[in-house]
């Protein structure tokens, strides 16, 4: 863990801060900033083609290239923390997840889903996120966006 405490009136200098900076990338970690409609915390994210975050989703093979999950809720046009690490592992209180079944993206933008079929049966792209290891943890492992077939 990294912790830097700043006390009112002292400066924190370029090379401290580039250097929590570089720590914080080493660890999987990336500031981009939130496009259109903003971004919640434990959204599932992709990057736009004009270098912004949105919510990735199952529907196409564009918003179906997940780079990471949202570690904060911004407004669009502010910068957001994406957490890009590959077997780091993400807790968020309000999932209810099937422990030791794969967690997949699914069709509502920025969300999860536990049931593959219904994204095979609708024809939609399968991207497996990770696996739950409680109800309320993924250890993340993105993989690339595949085609369903019906």
Excluded at 35 to 49: C, E, P
Excluded at 52 to 63: C, E, F, P, V, W
Excluded at 118 to 128: D, M, W
């Amino acid at each position: 863990m990294i912790t830097i405490d700043v006390v009112a009136g002292n400066a924190i200098y370029a090379s401290e801060y580039n250097n929590l900076r570089d720590d914080i990338a080493a660890l999987g970690f990336v500031q981009i900033t939130a496009g259109a409609g903003g971004i919640t915390q434990y959204d599932f994210v992709y990057v736009s083609a004009s270098d912004t975050i949105l919510k990735a989703d199952a529907d196409t093979l564009t918003t179906a290239r997940v780079v990471g999950v949202a570690t904060e809720t911004k407004a669009v046009g502010n910068a957001t923390w994406v957490n890009c690490s590959d077997g780091g592992i993400i807790t968020n209180a309000g999932w209810a997840l099937t422990a030791g079944q794969d967690v997949y993206l699914s069709t509502v933008a920025g969300g999860i889903t536990q049931d593959i079929g219904s994204l095979i049966r609708a024809g939609k792209y399968i991207v497996k996120l990770g696996i739950a290891i409680t109800a309320t943890k993924i250890k993340m492992r993105i993989e690339s966006p595949t085609q369903s077939g019906l």
